[in-house]
């Protein structure tokens, strides 16, 4: 729980003297280390792309529309970073250290861990996975959404992803948006079916390798980003599309 890790973090990183405290720009790492910071009343980095030394970093700014580059003189720094920006480790590559906390962990717990209900998938983990699928307003319904989608990312091998406002209406759950407000994604495809392509969505995926769009609005922003784009009614061509790959498949 964030309310008693953050605290205990704090401790261990005043008593440890650390300089640099990093951690992935995820769900985990946006709930925790903001607490930190405020607890160290220091200024937090966040969602690095690149390190130009121990002192400067670049991240992106207004949506990703700018890229800023910052210099700190601040003895600790709570980092955090945007996993796709980076390439993987090397097989091979040395382990970090493991070492015990300096400050009980069994301090005073603020908060109760009660239990958790998990939504179990056969697909990849939208945050890793190398092809993406995701839907938008354009699918109309959450009827649609789950008649179209998740066939076709079957078919792909693909996780399923949503817009901001596919998900605000319903057709998703909240852990499938994809964009400034969700998930920051970077796969090897990534295929967005019916999203006109609003700012805060682009912010999210217009790192990935190949991106494909499907929008019968030809004035559709994604369209600007997108290096394949189709403009047809995404009823009659993502049927198609499922069909040819599953026969692909065969």
Avoid at 41 to 61: E, L, M, N, Y
Avoid at 67 to 82: D, G, L, S, Y
Avoid at 150 to 174: E, M, Q, T, Y
Wanted: charged share 20%; with cysteine; glycine share 8%.
């Amino acid at each position: 729980m964030p309310e008693n890790f953050a605290p205990l973090l704090a401790e261990n990183i005043k008593a440890g003297g650390f300089t640099h405290v990093v951690c992935a720009h995820s769900a985990f790492g946006k709930n925790i280390m903001p607490r930190v910071a405020a607890l160290l009343d220091i200024q937090q980095i966040s969602d690095i792309t690149g390190v130009k030394d121990a002192q400067t970093f670049v991240r992106p700014i207004y949506a990703g529309n700018a890229i800023a580059t910052v210099k700190t003189t601040q003895p600790t720094n709570i980092i955090t970073v945007r996993g796709t920006a980076f390439p993987p480790v090397a097989e091979g590559s040395s382990a970090a250290s493991i070492e015990k906390a300096p400050v009980d962990p069994n301090a005073p717990q603020l908060m109760e861990w009660v239990q958790e209900n998990l939504a179990k998938s056969e697909r990849p983990d939208l945050a890793t996975a190398s092809k993406v699928v995701s839907g938008g307003r354009g699918l109309k319904d959450k009827e649609n959404f789950d008649k179209y989608m998740p066939p076709l990312a079957d078919a792909l091998g693909a996780a399923i992803g949503a817009s901001r406002a596919a998900v605000d209406a319903g057709f998703a759950d909240n852990s499938l948006q994809v964009g400034q407000t969700g998930k920051v994604v970077a796969p090897q495809l990534y295929l967005a079916v019916g999203i006109s392509g609003a700012i805060q969505h682009l912010a999210g995926m217009k790192d990935s390798k190949v991106i494909v769009a499907i929008n019968k609005d030809a004035d559709a922003p994604i369209f600007q980003v997108a290096d394949v784009g189709l403009v047809a009614d995404l009823f009659t061509v993502v049927p198609e599309l499922t069909e040819k790959l599953e026969a692909e498949k065969k």
